[in-house]
């Protein structure tokens, strides 16, 4: 009998143990093990902000929001690919890893960055733990968000520091010309105070 067990999803060692139930292990071809056990749901994912455009440089915030529906906690994390082709995306290393407790829901934040400039959208998938039969037996599943244009900023939209700079060097040039002039009027004026 199967009395109680863990997964990738409650590896940590302050949590609990899924099951807890006495499970015989019969002959039938399939043993359901449903009691103390997690059931993570895409609740939405979204862009952090309302823009429909992506700077190459920047990158764009997102926002996966996922609840768990079932009587035990889970730890998951996200695996994230470009919706039109399935290749994988930069999102860093796996975005979560947040503990996800039974009834409530947590938000993931995490950056998207993408390497051209054309108009695709972002796939996120919950990984599921390896030791499952079964890939949706504690939930899962896969969301997505609508398409965004990402584009190459120009010059005077990548914040640029050139124009600051040449601007500070004028200011000091124009500064350090009139305090020369100051200082030359100030000597040429003790001299004539010396001379009488």
């Known amino acids: 009998e199967i009395v109680e067990y863990r997964t990738a999803w409650n590896w940590d060692e302050d949590m609990d143990n899924y099951g807890g139930d006495f499970i015989?292990?019969?002959w039938d071809p399939i043993i359901v093990v449903d009691s103390n056990i997690p059931n993570i749901q895409w609740v939405s994912l979204e862009y952090s902000n309302t823009d429909d455009r992506a700077s190459l440089n920047a990158g764009v915030g997102m926002l996966a929001t996922i609840a768990?529906?079932?009587s035990a906690s889970a730890v998951v994390y996200l695996g994230c690919d470009i919706t039109e082709t399935g290749v994988d995306t930069n999102v860093g290393s796996y975005p979560g890893g947040e503990k996800i407790d039974p009834n409530t829901e947590v938000t993931i934040q995490f950056s998207w960055r993408h390497n051209a400039e054309e108009e695709v959208g972002i796939t996120c998938e919950i990984l599921t733990p390896t030791q499952l039969v079964e890939d949706d037996a504690f939930g899962g599943g896969s969301a997505s968000a609508?398409?965004?244009t990402w584009y190459?900023?120009?010059d005077n939209e990548d914040g640029s520091i050139l124009p600051i700079v040449i601007a500070l060097l004028i200011g000091a040039s124009v500064t350090g010309y009139a305090f020369f002039r100051m200082s030359k009027q100030s000597d040429s004026d003790d001299e004539e105070d010396?001379?009488?």
């Open 194 to 196: 010396m001379l009488y």
């Open 24 to 26: 015989p292990l019969t």
């Open 68 to 70: 768990n529906r079932g």
């Open 152 to 154: 190459q900023p120009g």
């Open 146 to 148: 609508e398409s965004i």
